[in-house]
């Protein structure tokens, strides 16, 4: 079972620039957290803070079920020089294990790796250099990484970006099968339409929190615009829509 | 070291290895190489993954004011180590520590140290020029493998113990930490600690070097075996085997050809030469192959 996580105030600011103020919510256990939003409106800062990458005011306390369980995490983008001749298969083993890569690749590591590979349709190109791929190949191995220790908590930024339909469609199944596991997973997602059939719960962030709630109920075409819309919201503004949600869900 | 002494020599009077072996120093030159040359290859790997070429370069130049610290303070000039530690690993630390905390971008940062310590270096060989023989100290800049001692020997073989041990365990983690650091930090690694590990552990193996390839090349020998391997390899394990073994060819071949050909030739730029024209035969191997 994956942990529920709570927010409680949170806010980050660099220098004179605040990039997230107050943000107060619960993401519950074992469900699919959609972040949306407007470019520039502090997804990615908002996930960075929950995994205790960046420095942060607030509160935020992920909620293990039993012991701490594993993390996995997709970042946004990594950086893979095309001329360094780290492949694939080696990027997934240094993920795994200490053993160093210029040892005799350890069989269970390696079948372990190809394991992993394989669910998200990247197998066959164990062996080519991660500066070859494209970049929604690289986010595939990239996922494949995350994947590793059978993580009950998955942090995905933008996972799908670049991504091919048969790239998408490993996502989705993966992400659908993960929640059947009662897995928690967090996903920072731009696209609304993949973010309908995912039916998770969707957090819109834009410096504040916008809107929390079901994808059918946050999603409506009639909201869409204001939602994404790059003109930061207020902080007055989300006590009042807030409001509006706690009183909806009373009734 | 006397049994490996003598019968080298045994060697060489038998007719069976060149006269060269018969000298007690070209024995210890070609140990200390056989030492060093696989550490620096395997280093070099990761110096070109992390980007830090121009990084060992600037910490191979700071020895120069290390040593004249070195001299200055009391040590003997043809050995002056305590000062040269001291020096080259506060300057790599100093460097990296505010490389963290600055927005000046890693190159010019670098570029601005390495000017500072060149320029502090050579103010102080003035006055160590002096006290010493100022031709000593090209032994120290460019190598001289008329110089090594058993002592030499025995810091150079606790050294590369100390960072072979230390790659072995960490080698997986200082690559995914120059990769990925937010990877590596949800992993739960100290990405700081790799990062200040590798940084010392460059600076040492720079210090260990200094007699045989002098404290000016050794970043070339980081450097270029990696470069070079780079061209040829399609995984990281070979790219780190084959740097490994063109770097101990380049000491190898750098040592034992000057005496050899009795060209007078310091043995740092004689190793730097022949690591460089293995990579220049592969660069052109490459040219040609990728045109016809």
Redesign the interface.
Known sequence: MGPSISLNNVSLCYENNCILTGISTQLEAGQCHVIMGPNGGGKTSLL?SI???TPFNGEINIHWSSSKGK?G?V?QK????P?????V???I???Q???????K?NKKHKENAIEQLKRVGMADRA?L?MGQLSGGEQQRV?FA?ALLDDPDLL?LDEPTNGMDDQGVRYFESLITEFVGEKKTIVVVHHDISAVRRLDAQVHVVNGILIESGRASEVLKAEKIEQLFSHYRHAPTQQTKIHSVNRKSEAA | MDFLRLWASQGAQAGWLSESFSYAFMVNALVAALLLGPLLGGLGTLVIAKRLAFFSEAVGHAALTGIAIGVLLGEPPENPIIGLFCFCMLFALILHFVRNRTAVPYDTLVGVFLAVALAGGAALLMYVARKINIHMLENVLFGSILTITDFDLLVLALSCALIVLGLIFTFNRILLASISPDIARVRGHNTHFYDYLFVMMITLVTIAAVKIVGAVLVGALLLIPGATARLLTKSMGSFVLLSSLLATLSCLIGTLLPMELQLPIPSGASIILVAASFFVVTTIFRIVGRNS
């Open positions: 960075r995994l205790g990458l993390v995490y970042p990594a950086t893979f020089e001329s360094l001749p780290l492949t298969l080696d990027f083993l240094l993920n294990s200490r053993y160093p890569l210029f040892f690749t062996l250099r990239l990484q942090i």
